[in-house]
C-alpha cells in the first residue's frame, strides 16, 4: 500500500509562483513513473508532468512547458512541481500519482486546490 500526500496549494496572483509538494510512504517497489494531474471544474483529469523514475526522464503537457518543472528528492520520498507564471487557467484540484510496475497498480494522492486569480 502507497500513501501519497500532497501540500502546497493556495491562493497566487497571475504570474506568481507556487511549489508543490508530495510525500509518500508505505511500501512502494518497483515505480514506473510519478506525477502530477489537475482537475479543473467540469472537465476531465489531465496530465500535467510525470517523471519516469529509473530513467530520470520528464514529460510535459504543452500548456505548462517552460513554466513548471517537476522534481524528486529521494532522500525525503517527495515529488515536486515548480509551478512559476502562473495563469487564471491553471486553477484546478492538483493530485499526486504513481503508477507502480510488476502488478500495474495506480495511487492517487488527495489532491490540493490551486487557484489562480488574474
Known amino acids: 500500500q502507497v500513501q501519497l500526500v500532497e501540500s502546497g496549494g493556495g491562493v497566487v496572483q497571475a504570474g506568481g509562483s507556487l511549489r508543490l509538494s508530495c510525500t509518500a510512504s508505505?511500501?512502494?517497489?518497483?515505480?514506473?513513473?510519478m506525477g502530477w494531474y489537475r482537475q479543473a471544474p467540469g472537465k476531465e483529469r489531465e496530465l500535467v508532468a510525470e517523471?519516469?523514475?529509473?530513467?530520470?526522464?520528464?514529460n510535459y503537457a504543452d500548456y505548462v512547458k517552460g513554466r513548471f518543472t517537476i522534481s524528486r528528492d529521494n532522500a525525503k520520498n517527495t515529488l515536486y512541481l515548480q509551478m512559476n507564471n502562473m495563469k487564471p487557467e491553471d486553477t484546478a484540484v492538483y493530485y499526486c500519482?504513481?503508477?507502480?510496475?510488476?502488478?500495474?497498480?495506480?495511487?492517487w494522492g488527495q489532491g490540493t486546490q490551486v487557484t489562480v486569480s488574474s
Open positions: 500519482h504513481t503508477y507502480l510496475g510488476g502488478k500495474g497498480v495506480d495511487y
Open positions: 517523471l519516469r523514475w529509473s530513467a530520470g526522464t520528464t
Open positions: 508505505g511500501s512502494f517497489f518497483n515505480i514506473h513513473t
